[in-house]
């Protein structure tokens, strides 16, 4: 089969299509047949050296969306035909991908199996931090930086539909439009605008409850002066910078949380645990309507270098999609 590798560090370029072994699947697995697989900003760390796949796991594509072509011995909840999209450890960016069968969810109805592709990442990535981590809950509020992000275009919808008021911010506004045509309340050019006062003012003050941040350095303090009493901060990323000074004094002072927990060094049984939260309370919502993925691009899978040239640019709003 075809699939993307590289065979040393470095830029875009360094992505190539070639053929490789088809994956065997264990007795836990699935096989699927791959439609589309959805770009990551973590490829991008690992296609620069920076941040190595998990041992064993096959490199490119955190997630996918395809059919089933084979399944293992000892699973039971799917067979060969399924249409499905699945949270990998590496893999996607491939024709086929094997894949625990507890990281597999089927496409939700509504959805087609292309755009299923981009939504496992974000999905549970938001559902098991600002939701199961930081217990964000209705009546709340909640601030999403990078609100045109992959992830952020996610976290408006399934925020607003928990009955949150959401605060974004974001570099253009253009991108402001569309996280105010997917639901947020509060809208704040970084470029124009001191985020942190702005939230005070619609806040009466007081700040908001929970921040979903992936900037990290440059905003910690930040953070942590635009939060509410009892306010918790999830980091989700540092692409900013990951070394910062905090004056501890005013985390004391409102009992401030903070978290942080990316998707890949989980336990394969905390994964499933995540991907079976997500179908019980993330899809049904994309069913009703009220959460649907947001894709900027499809290019096929030999294009996988221009996909990354055009995330690394920060130009797109939502995901990017590799179709096999
Ligand atoms: N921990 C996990 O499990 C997990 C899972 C998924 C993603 N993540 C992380 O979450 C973050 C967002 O992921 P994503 O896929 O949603 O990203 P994305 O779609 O590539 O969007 C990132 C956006 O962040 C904004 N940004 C602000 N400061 C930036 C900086 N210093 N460098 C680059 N972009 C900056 C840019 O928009 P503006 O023009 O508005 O600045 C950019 O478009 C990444 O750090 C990613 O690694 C973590």
């Known amino acids: 089969m075809k699939a993307v590798v590289t065979t040393t ?80 450890s590496g893999g996607g960016y491939a024709e086929k991908v094997a894949v625990p069968a507890g990281q597999v969810l089927p496409v939700p109805q509504g959805v087609s199996l292309k755009d299923a592709a981009a939504l496992p990442e974000v999905a549970c990535s938001v559902w098991s931090t600002v939701f199961m ?17 992959g992830i952020g275009t996610f976290a408006i919808q399934i925020a607003k539909h928990q009955g949150v008021k959401v605060f974004v911010t974001a570099g253009s506004e253009e991108k402001l439009a569309v996280c105010k045509d997917l639901g947020a309340d509060v809208c704040i050019n970084y470029k124009t605008e001191d985020f942190v ?81 997500v179908e019980k309370n993330v899809w049904p919502a994309i069913v009703a309507g009220k959460a649907k993925p947001v894709v900027y691009k499809y290019l096929p899978l030999s294009e996988a270098a221009e996909g990354h040239r055009l995330l690394e640019s920060s130009q797109h709003i939502g995901k990017i999609l590799l179709v096999a």
Not at 13 to 24: D, Y
Not at 60 to 77: D, M, P
């Open 9 to 88: 560090p470095g830029g875009p370029e360094v992505l190539q299509l070639q053929e490789v072994e088809e994956p065997q699947i264990n007795e836990d697995e699935v096989l699927i047949k791959v439609e589309a697989t959805a770009l990551n900003r973590a490829d991008t760390l690992q296609r620069q050296g920076k941040y190595p796949p998990p041992k064993g796991a096959s490199p490119y594509g955190l997630e996918c969306s395809g059919t089933i072509e084979a399944v293992g011995k000892n699973v039971s909840r799917w067979k060969t035909g399924d249409q499905v999209c699945a949270l990998l």
């Open 133 to 149: 981590m930081s217990r964000l809950s209705a009546g709340e509020t909640f601030l999403v930086h990078g609100g045109s992000s």
């Open 197 to 277: 006062a702005r939230v005070k003012e619609e806040t009466g003050g007081k700040g908001v409850d929970v921040i979903l941040d992936s900037v990290g350095a440059p905003y910690f303090q930040k953070n942590v002066d635009s939060l509410n009493i009892d306010g918790r901060l999830f980091l989700l990323g540092f692409m900013g910078g990951a070394v910062t000074q905090v004056n501890l004094a005013s985390l004391f002072a409102k009992r401030i949380t903070v978290q942080a927990a990316g998707l890949r060094t989980r336990t394969l049984e905390n994964k499933a645990e995540i991907v079976s939260e």
